[in-house]
């Protein structure tokens, strides 16, 4: 097999298994991970529809070249549209599948040598574009966070983590998630201006709390969440509103003891200091467990207490 660099080849290629010999070799490396297929050649419609159909089942990375400039001919448009992307000289915006480039030499060339150096990232986002291009969003995600894990693994990952070097810990935050009430809203804030209000795990414990307290109280109709803004301190940098989640049917609530760190993220002066215990032995109240801990939610925003 060739190298990184490969020839380009003609659409018949692919129907004679140019693109099917094994990706790995006998010591686990990538052999030829990209193929370049030449769309200037004169091809009947028949074979390349058909050098289209075993373009899709390829593990291999398809790049097609155009140096014509114009729109792809009809007769090789499904084969483009079967590539992974196809890189031409004066390209039609009409053809999304084709990226317009002033020097094909040169972008071939940068390409090549981008996934000469991150071979399994280049491998691995082939898939995922492939595999997510007609996916409901919420699919699509779960496809790129498996992407995102396995190349976790990776010496490409490996290396990048060597050359960045260790970074220092973030300073913990006392409140990394503000929860207030407005009538029958709940406004989250997110609390890390430092550092972009980045999901790390305290503000992802703080979210979780924030939302299970609104599963707990069904007088919440809407959530507002927000995020602070380092410039401003009262700025929000993004806000969006949905209605709470569906808590489960009444006669099948079963809430799980409080996990640990329940509370940390509530102000200090917000807690209500009610120390009633929770008398119903099967308690609806996450933040309570039947017969041992005292409610310990803000009254402020949680109006389901039956002590409050």
């Not at 398809?62 to 729109?71: E, F, K």
């Not at 997510?132 to 010496?155: C, F, H, K, M, R």
């Not at 009262?234 to 949905?242: L, N």
Request: glycine share 6%; hydrophobic share 40%.
């Amino acid at each position: 097999m060739r190298g990184y660099l490969a020839a380009h080849d003609h659409p018949q290629d692919l129907l004679d298994g140019v693109a099917d010999s094994p990706l790995l070799t006998a010591g686990a490396r990538v052999d030829t991970p990209l193929l370049l297929v030449d769309l200037d050649v004169g091809v009947d419609e028949d074979v390349a529809a058909r050098a289209a159909e075993r373009a899709r089942r390829t593990d291999r990375l398809l790049v097609g070249v155009r140096r014509t400039p114009g729109p792809v001919p009809e007769p090789i448009a499904d084969l483009a549209a079967g590539l992974d992307t196809t890189l031409a000289i004066g390209a039609d915006p009409a053809d999304k599948w084709v990226v317009s480039v002033d020097d094909l030499d040169t972008a071939v060339a940068e390409l090549h040598g981008v996934v000469a150096d991150n071979v399994h990232a280049a491998m691995v986002l082939g898939q995922v574009l492939r595999l997510s291009e007609n996916l409901p969003v919420p699919q699509a995600i779960d496809v790129e966070s498996l992407a995102y894990s396995t190349l976790l693994g990776t010496p490409g990952f490996r290396r990048w983590l060597e050359q960045r070097g260790p970074r220092p810990l973030p300073p913990p935050s006392q409140e990394p998630v503000l929860v207030r009430r407005d009538a029958e809203r709940l406004l989250i804030t997110l609390n890390r201006p430092e550092r972009r209000n980045a999901y790390g795990a305290e503000v992802r414990d703080g979210l979780v709390e924030a939302l299970r307290l609104a599963i707990a109280d069904d007088t919440i109709t809407a959530i507002v969440l927000d995020g602070r803004d380092r410039r401003s301190p009262q700025a929000a940098t993004s806000t969006s509103s949905a209605p709470p989640p569906t808590s489960p049917p009444r006669t099948s609530f079963a809430p799980a003891p409080a996990p640990a760190g329940w509370y940390r993220s509530w102000p200090t002066a917000s807690r209500s200091g009610c120390t009633a215990a929770a008398s119903e032995p099967e308690s609806r109240y996450p933040h309570s467990q039947a017969g041992s801990w005292p409610c310990r939610a803000p009254c402020s925003v949680c109006r389901r207490c039956p002590w409050g």
